[in-house]
T-cell receptor
Framework: AQTVTQSQPEMSVQEAETVTLSCTYD???????LFWYKQPPSRQMILVIR??????QNATENRFSVNFQKAAKSFSLKISDSQLGDTAMYFC??????????FGKGTLLTVNP | GAVVSQHPSWVICKSGTSVKIECRSL??????MFWYRQFPKQSLMLMAT?????????EQGVEKDKFLINHASLTLSTLTVTSAHPEDSSFYIC????????????FGQGTRLTVV
């Protein structure tokens, strides 16, 4: 069975500052994928960033980057230069060979002006 | 990225009636579609996986007779909530996988179902 744990139900950050969201996971598969999704109030799921487990290099997408620690089964998301539009629910997700996604419980991020 | 369209965005139905939700992949062929349910302020829970032309695979605890899933074509999957009751009220989201980006699933905008 796959599990994803997000230990921070809520976080807040000041505009322009940096924030890190935590995620740990567990899986018995050797080939898997990790994702961070953003769900704004519209509830549309938006892919923020993805990481293939076989890649050692941490994924980066503009202001978003991850710290992927495979041995520790940790996959944190760093948001730099936080913007008001970053306010949303963030879900960490794990996908395996069957492409099913297992989601964490989410972290509600609020960016304050 | 690829586009997945879900319809309707919201629906209100009377208790005991059935309601159908459509999930379409607009610019790619979806070999697999997934249906999720999300309660307020909670995470997404996978209900079932459907592959085109075959029966859906339901997750443990999901009633297959209540939540009918059909994936008749490579661009369309439907979820029918049969004999709906107030406890079926929820947010339902589909995602689709296929095309060039096989490892990534693209999400529809979700359907808010309210049963009165």
């Amino acid at each position: 069975a796959q599990t994803v744990t997000q230990s921070q139900p809520e976080m807040s950050v000041q505009e322009a500052e940096t924030v890190t969201l935590s995620c740990t996971y567990d899986t018995s598969e050797s080939n898997y994928y990790l994702f961070w999704y953003k769900q704004p109030p519209s509830r549309q799921m938006i892919l923020v960033i993805r990481q293939e487990a076989y890649k050692q290099q941490n994924a980066t997408e503009n202001r978003f980057s991850v710290n992927f620690q495979k041995a520790a089964k940790s996959f944190s998301l760093k948001i730099s230069d936080s913007q008001l539009g970053d306010t949303a629910m963030y879900f960490c997700a794990l996908g395996g060979s069957n492409y099913k996604l297992t989601f964490g419980k989410g972290t509600l991020l609020t960016v304050n002006p | 990225g690829a586009v997945v369209s879900q319809h309707p965005s919201w629906v209100i139905c009377k208790s005991g009636t059935s309601v159908k939700i459509e999930c379409r992949s607009l610019d790619f062929q979806a070999t697999t579609m997934f249906w999720y349910r999300q309660f307020p302020k909670q995470s997404l829970m996978l209900m079932a996986t459907s592959n085109e032309g075959s029966k859906a695979t339901y997750e443990q605890g999901v009633e297959k007779d209540k939540f009918l899933i059909n994936h008749a074509s490579l661009t369309l999957s439907t979820l029918t909530v049969t004999s709906a009751h107030p406890e079926d009220s929820s947010f339902y989201i589909c995602s689709a996988r296929g095309g060039a980006q096989n490892t990534e699933a693209f999400f529809g905008q979700g359907t808010r179902l309210t049963v009165v």
